[in-house]
């Protein structure tokens, strides 16, 4: 959508603490429409395996943070060697579910949005709320709840930077662009017959 005007990352807006309703709306609508569309379910499998051949390293990491005194160490330790295990186990089989069409790497560094007008003029973001999703070399049909909570991690990563700086009006405000993600992605799939289990899709999305 608006291509020619989409040239600025997502992700420059949540940095900012500002975050553009417009774009979530069409956004979520857009994901939702891809999630009901069609795609044959032997396309692009290497991207599959390429992603769940790093999970073994992944899960031989997460157990070796048992070993330091980090805060991130402390929490291996309380979880246990086999829950971490059993986390990744449950990745893993998530990652090779096909439940829908899905970008798999949807995260706000990949979507491009309107640059923010000149300085003299007094508004927030571009006129149209064009955005543009690009890197689609990861497409796949994938789980449900992986694009959507690929969307929510910079949000999120940006949440507890603002919070940790004292900027709560902030952080509220991006957890309401979050919410509005949700509402107008799950209102979209209804419309479009897509799945009909959105609970399971949003504990994947949190997930």
């Known amino acids: 959508m608006g291509a020619a005007?989409?040239?600025?990352?997502?992700s420059n807006q949540f940095i900012e603490g500002v975050a553009d309703k417009r774009v979530a709306k069409k956004l979520a609508k857009a994901v939702?429409?891809?999630?009901?569309s069609q795609m044959d379910?032997?396309?692009?499998?290497?991207?599959?395996?390429?992603?769940?051949?790093?999970?073994?390293?992944?899960?031989?990491?997460?157990?070796?943070?048992?070993?330091?005194?980090?805060?991130?160490s402390k929490t291996a330790v309380e979880l246990g060697k086999?829950?971490?295990?059993?986390?990744?186990d449950n990745v893993e089989a998530s990652h090779r579910s096909t439940d829908v069409p899905c970008n798999a790497d949807l995260h706000a560094f990949?979507?491009?949005?309107?640059?923010?007008?000149?300085?003299?003029?007094?508004?927030?973001?571009?006129?149209?709320?064009?955005?543009?999703?690009?890197?689609?070399?990861?497409?796949m049909v994938g789980p449900l709840g992986l694009d959507i909570g690929r969307l929510y991690s910079i949000p999120v990563a940006y949440i507890v930077a603002?919070?940790?700086?004292?900027?709560?009006?902030?952080?509220?405000?991006?957890?309401?662009y979050m919410n509005l993600v949700w509402s107008e992605y799950?209102?979209?799939?209804?419309?479009l017959g897509?799945?009909?289990?959105?609970?399971?899709?949003?504990?994947n999305v949190l997930g």
Not at 41 to 61: G, K, Q
Not at 82 to 88: D, F, G, R
Not at 162 to 176: D, F, K, P
Not at 186 to 191: L, T
């Open 5 to 10: 005007q989409a040239n600025e990352q997502l």
């Open 41 to 72: 379910v032997s396309f692009n499998t290497e991207a599959r395996d390429c992603m769940i051949d790093l999970f073994p390293s992944f899960r031989s990491n997460m157990l070796k943070l048992g070993q330091g005194s980090s805060r991130a």
């Open 32 to 36: 939702a429409a891809l999630h009901c």
């Open 110 to 139: 990949n979507v491009l949005v309107e640059g923010k007008p000149d300085v003299s003029v007094l508004q927030r973001f571009g006129d149209e709320g064009s955005f543009v999703i690009c890197d689609w070399e990861m497409a």
């Open 162 to 176: 603002h919070a940790l700086s004292g900027h709560e009006h902030v952080t509220h405000h991006l957890i309401e």
């Open 194 to 203: 897509g799945k009909d289990d959105l609970t399971t899709h949003y504990r």
């Open 186 to 191: 799950a209102s979209e799939m209804r419309n």
């Open 82 to 88: 086999e829950y971490v295990s059993e986390i990744w």
